[in-house]
Structures are given as structure tokens and as C-alpha cells.
């Protein structure tokens, strides 16, 4: 495989099809002026080289392909699959989608096929070999990119086929398939294969729920999620399967989204040779947000990823789309590379002159010169990231603390009927991440089937679902001396979503040391206290669990209601390690849990005394690169343990005293 890459690279998505050639020119002009190496290409171009059925035409991507040869890019070649062409979808209606409602889609928007058409298949998997057997040994090509931000769901006739097919494989009987779901209930027995629906509107869908797509059978719902992961997945595998035919060297991807819910990404990334993403944080995402997201796109494959997409400044799709503050897009692109990117890639090169995309930002805007902020920003990164070199792709990110993220849980949770609408996954676990983050404590995001003796500390909140093996591997890592920390609604259900007889926790009990008896749902207007052993108070909510200890040492008890005194939190050991069990949601005072159970674990940040300033550190070959980025509004001094170490933007020693302004960033080198 051609990696790690030899430079970061740095560019992103290209669309000269939207412009005359003489603009191409003064494309490459202005571009290497910001020192930009990398473009992204032939992304949304299906109907320009495959005009109708029988006939492709290369000849602009020729061109194009050929200019950035030239000129020493690297080249990330899409596969223009995302979008269908209006003649296929004329020819063939069933390559189109059908939606939640029913409706049969028409030619139109983008990430518009139905992964389970054969038609769809047939026409992909041949333009990518296509692609392949051109481009395929031009050494510039650096990186595949197969169609664009996977994603939605189709439920038209073929796909509820291949459901069952899907089904059949996994269940082998009905009776298997009836005991998942339930069936029992409500009276669905499952007779004949063909009697299973797809989960949407006109089927199980329940309306007005709290989640768009939730039914009446939560296990159908989730197995819907799997196998429609599954089918994409297939998309992606027939088209990588087509270009692996003509090249077999480089590697290939599909921009991700981070917390996105459609796609198992844990399962993705093993069919993907790098992970890259679109990281497209609002005016008003906390940093946490995209720090996780960061460490999340590195956890998928434990590696560096690609940073597919972000905007130079301005989105066009959000509510607000705020201007990014001077230094914002540089300290942003610090900390993805700190958190394991090997490019940065911006979506777009030149702004667009017409469609839905021509208020996005762009490295070059509308007046078409390189005389904008924004370009004086992109250039100033793009020649620091020229002074890196091949310092930093490949390099490590190592971590004590492992943050279980889990697309099974994710579904189930929120596919679940009760007890609280307001309980989202990805908030329960940002609120845990955000523990670490503020003390810049390192972690890994990890998947439920994980090694975690690698780990001091594991973190699994609402870990809801307990998968096969993941009750066995939790004892095993906390017998031997591992501090596991879990939250209420944990060990609730098996893989299908049928509750673990017996109590909760369920297969956590005994882990857990104690029995939960009812869990209190509280609306945002209400909310109980938790009272620690030393008598400090602190406010909780969402959700309240009551109780009973078996064996585990109680931290905190409710402070109010019918429940007053009972259990809030606990300790319990078993074996050689520990157990933190959390029964509420606590703001403040999780703090104070955290921080026992850290102790407990001997975890430690990555450099002492660094208050407000977020701070990562990538290793290779005995060096250490720490990225000190402050993200907060006060100038902060950089840690005194890096003073007489090499700063590598500016090539100056760290010396007693430096200062970082807002947005302000260092790399310093330790050997
Ligand atoms: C996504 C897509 C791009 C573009 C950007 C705009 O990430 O992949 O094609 O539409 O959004 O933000
Ligand atoms: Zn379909």
C-alpha cells in the first residue's frame, strides 16, 4: 500500500468541469502560491464521463488528471458514484430510492441510489473499473475515494428482498428470527420469509415518535440499520473489488462523518484502507465535539486518517453560517492533524457560481483572486504544513483511557421506547469524553469488542447493549486490575433488544455490585441531587436509577423524592480492578466521580499544569510532537515542561514565558 503519505496533504475538492480551461490555469497559479499539493476530483461527474449507457468520455478528466500531474499533486480520484445520472434513472426507475413514506423518488438531489439495485450496482462497479484501468497507474493518483458521504436508506421492492435474504442468513429459521424480534407481541408472527416488511411508514413505523424512523419492534428496527450498513457496505466492496482488478497498490476511502448514525463505521473502516472525513462543526460547536469526532475517525482503524473535507470559512447548509474568526481555520486544522490527520483537505478549491453550494467557502471566492482573508489564511497554513514535511503523517496517538462508541448501542438506544426521549447517545458519551478532554487526558474511541487490556481505563456509558462476549471480555479487564466505569441503562438488552432477565444490570451485575430496580425519567423541568459521602451536593437528572447494593460501596445517594438515600453511584471491586457504576446524570459532580476513578486507574494527562489549553501528543520514532492549541478567549503561557524544546512553526526554542493569544498553536518537538 502507498502510505503512510509522504507529505501531508493538503487541497481538497476540485471541480474544474464547473469552469473554462483559461480558469484552470490561474487555478494552478493561485494554488501553488498557498502551497496546496492535493486535489479531490471527479467527485460529482457521472454524467459528464458516462453521457448515456454505451458511452464514456475521459476526455476532460484526461485533462485535468494530466494538468495535476504536472504539476506534482497528489490526486485523489473519486469514483463520481453519488449521484445518479438522469438517463439511468429515466432508463431504469429502480435505481432510485424509495423514502420512509413510500414515495418512489425521480432523477434529482445526490446519494440518491438504491444500494440493492443490480442495475445501480452493474453501472457503479463498472465506471470504477473504468476509473481504475485509466488512472490506476498514474503514480500521482494517491488515494481512491469511492463515491461521497455514504448515507440514508432506501425502501423500495428490492430492498425489502434482499432484507429478507439478509435475514434468512443471519436467523437460518423463522422461529429465530420470531424469538429476536419478539413476535409474540402484538401478535407478528412471522410465518413465510416473505412476510417480513421493511420498517418504514406504511409498516411498523410508529409516528410521532421521538426519532423519525423508530417502530413498534425495536429489534426489527435495528436489524433494518444493520443490514442497510451492510448493503452500502457492499456498494463500497463491489467498487473497491473493481478497481483492485487494475490496482492493487493504493489506497482507498469514502469521506465519513463522524457521529454519523446511519453506517456500523467500526465495520466500514475494516473494508477501508484509510479512514477519512467531513468535519463541519457549527458557529457554535464546542471544540470537545470535534476533538471526539478526531479521535473517534483515528479509533475506527487505530490509525491516522484523512481529513477529507472542512470549510476554508462559510458553509451555506447550516442554520447560521457564521465567517470563521481569523486563526479559527488554522487552529481547527491543528487539531485534526494533532488527533491523527495526514491532510487537510478543504471543501472547496473555488467557490461555485450557481446551484444550492455557491454561498460555501472556498480557498478561492467569488472575486476569483487570491487578494481574500480567507486565501491569506489558506496560504500561511499551507506553507507551514510545507515546513512539517513528512514530519508528521504516520506518527502515533497513544492513550490509557479507552471510550467505548458502539453504531449497536447508538441504534438501540434511540430506537427504544422509553424512558426518556432526551436520552441520545452521543451526548452521553461526549459528556464522559468531555471529563478527559478538559484535563487533556488522552483516549482512544474504541468498539465493544476491543482489546481492552490495553487500556487502564475503560469508559462505556449507557452501554445499553451487551453484545455477545462483552460481558466475558469486561470481567476479564477489570479482574485483571482494569477500572471500567459504566452508566444507567447499561446491560439492559442482547443484540435483538429483549431485556436480560433477573435485574438490571443485567450481565453487569455482578460486575457492578448491585441491582437496579426502576429507573425515574425526569423531564428537563425536573431534577433530583446526589449527596457524596463527604457531604458535598449536586444536582442530576434525565434519568434516575434506584438501587439496591449487592456488594458495592455507595459514593453518592439521592438527596430527594420517594427514592431519598438510596444509591446514586458506586464503587465495587472485583478482582483486581474496580467498578464505577453511575445511576444518574449528573453535571458537576461527575467530576468528582471521574476523577476518583482516574486516580484509582493511575491514568495521567499528557503534560502536567496545562489548564485551558488543549494539548495532544503524535509520537514517532523517539519524538514526541505536542500540539498546544488554546482555544479559549484568555492568552495562556505554554507549559513550562516544554520550555528548551524546538517549537517547529517557527524553528525557535520554547522559552519561560511564551505565550499563546486565542487561536494560537505550537508544535513543539521533545526527542
Ligand atoms: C459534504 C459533501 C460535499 C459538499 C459539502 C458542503 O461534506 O461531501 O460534496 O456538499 O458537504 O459542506
Ligand atoms: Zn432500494
Redesign the pocket.
Given at each position: 500500500m502507498k502510505r503512510p503519505f509522504k507529505r501531508i496533504l493538503y487541497g481538497g475538492?476540485y471541480n474544474p468541469n464547473q469552469w473554462g480551461k483559461e480558469v484552470w490555469k490561474e487555478d494552478m497559479r493561485i494554488f501553488k502560491d498557498a502551497r496546496i499539493n492535493s486535489a479531490t476530483i471527479n467527485?460529482f461527474s457521472w454524467a459528464k464521463i458516462q453521457p448515456s449507457e454505451d458511452t464514456y468520455n475521459f476526455t476532460e478528466l484526461d485533462e485535468v488528471i494530466a494538468m495535476l500531474s504536472q504539476e506534482n499533486y497528489d490526486i485523489v480520484l473519486a469514483t463520481s458514484t453519488a449521484a445518479l445520472p438522469a438517463w439511468m434513472v429515466k432508463r431504469y426507475p429502480e435505481v432510485a430510492r424509495t423514502d420512509y413514506e413510500g414515495r418512489h423518488h425521480k432523477f434529482g438531489q445526490r446519494h440518491n441510489a438504491c444500494p440493492n439495485s443490480l442495475v445501480f450496482q452493474k453501472f457503479a462497479s463498472r465506471l470504477a473499473g473504468k476509473l481504475a484501468e485509466r488512472y490506476g497507474n498514474n503514480p500521482h493518483v494517491t488515494c481512491w475515494h469511492l463515491s461521497?458521504?455514504y448515507g440514508g436508506e432506501c425502501y423500495c421492492e428490492n430492498c425489502e428482498k434482499a432484507f429478507r435474504v439478509w435475514l434468512r442468513e443471519k436467523y437460518q429459521t423463522l422461529d429465530e428470527l420470531n424469538k429476536a424480534w419478539n413476535t409474540e407481541f402484538w401478535g407478528h408472527t412471522i410465518y413465510d420469509w416473505d412476510e417480513v416488511v421493511l420498517p418504514d411508514a406504511l409498516g411498523d413505523g410508529i409516528e410521532d415518535a421521538a426519532e423519525p424512523h423508530m417502530t413498534a419492534f425495536a429489534g426489527l428496527s435495528i436489524d433494518y440499520c444493520r443490514f442497510n450498513s451492510d448493503g452500502m457496505l457492499n456498494n463500497f466492496k463491489m467498487d473497491k473489488e473493481a478497481i483492485r482488478k487494475f490496482d492493487k497498490e493504493t489506497p482507498i476511502t469514502t469521506?465519513m462523518m463522524g457521529t454519523f448514525k446511519g453506517l456500523d463505521y467500526f465495520k466500514w473502516a475494516r473494508e477501508m484502507d484509510i479512514v477519512s472525513w467531513?468535519n463541519?462543526p457549527r458557529y457554535d460547536t464546542p471544540w470537545s465535539y470535534t476533538a471526539l469526532r478526531n479521535d473517534l475517525m483515528r479509533g475506527l482503524k487505530d490509525a491516522p486518517f484523512m481529513l477529507m473535507?472542512q470549510?476554508p470559512s462559510q458553509?451555506n447548509?447550516q442554520k447560521y453560517n457564521s465567517l470563521k474568526r481569523p486563526g479559527q481555520m488554522r487552529a481547527q486544522s491543528y487539531q485534526t492533524l494533532a488527533r491523527g490527520g495526514d491532510t487537510i483537505q478543504f471543501?472547496q478549491l473555488r467557490r461555485s457560481k450557481g446551484a444550492c453550494?455557491k454561498f460555501?467557502g472556498a480557498v478561492i471566492a467569488h472575486v476569483g483572486t487570491e487578494d481574500t482573508r480567507v486565501f491569506r489564511e489558506v496560504r500561511q497554513l499551507g506553507t507551514e504544513l510545507e515546513k512539517l514535511g513528512d514530519a508528521i503523517p504516520g506518527s502515533v496517538n497513544e492513550a490509557e483511557v479507552g471510550i467505548v462508541f458502539d453504531w449497536d448501542n447508538y441504534w438501540a438506544l434511540e430506537y427504544t421506547s422509553g424512558p426518556s426521549e432526551d436520552l441520545t447517545y452521543v451526548d452521553q458519551i461526549q459528556q464522559y469524553y468531555q471529563y478527559f478532554y478538559d484535563r487533556n487526558i488522552a483516549v482512544h474511541m474504541i468498539p465493544c469488542d476491543a482489546d481492552f487490556g490495553r487500556y487502564k481505563m475503560v469508559v462505556a456509558p449507557v452501554l445499553y447493549m451487551i453484545k455477545e462476549g462483552v460481558k466475558e471480555a469486561l470481567e476479564e479487564f477489570v479482574s485483571q486490575g482494569g477500572v471500567l466505569v459504566t452508566t444507567y441503562m447499561s446491560g439492559i438488552v442482547d443484540q435483538s433488544d429483549n431485556v436480560y432477565l433477573g435485574g438490571y444490570p443485567g450481565p453487569l451485575r455482578t460486575l457492578a455490585g448491585v441491582w437496579v430496580e426502576e429507573i425515574d425519567a425526569l423531564s428537563p423541568m425536573q431534577s433530583n441531587e446526589v449527596i457524596f459521602g463527604d457531604g458535598t451536593k449536586a444536582s442530576c437528572g434525565l434519568l434516575c436509577e434506584l438501587m439496591h447494593l449487592e456488594g458495592a460501596e455507595c459514593l453518592a445517594r439521592y438527596g430527594q423524592d420517594f427514592y431519598k438515600d438510596m444509591p446514586a453511584a458506586v464503587k465495587n471491586r472485583y478482582g483486581k480492578g474496580i467498578t464505577y457504576y453511575i445511576g444518574t446524570r449528573m453535571e458537576e459532580g461527575l467530576a468528582k466521580i471521574l476523577e476518583s476513578a482516574a486516580a484509582d486507574a493511575a491514568v495521567k494527562p499528557v503534560l502536567e499544569g496545562t489548564d485551558g489549553l488543549e494539548i495532544v501528543c503524535r509520537k514517532a520514532d523517539g519524538c514526541s510532537f505536542y500540539f498546544i492549541i488554546n482555544f479559549g478567549d484568555e492568552a495562556k503561557q505554554v507549559p513550562s515542561a516544554l520550555v528548551g524544546h524546538m517549537e517547529m512553526l517557527t524553528e525557535e526554542t520554547v522559552k519561560p514565558g511564551d505565550m499563546l493569544a486565542k487561536y494560537d498553536v505550537k508544535i513543539v518537538r521533545v526527542e
Open positions: 475538492d467527485v461521497n458521504e469521506n467531513d463541519y473535507e470549510t458553509q447548509w471543501f453550494e460555501h
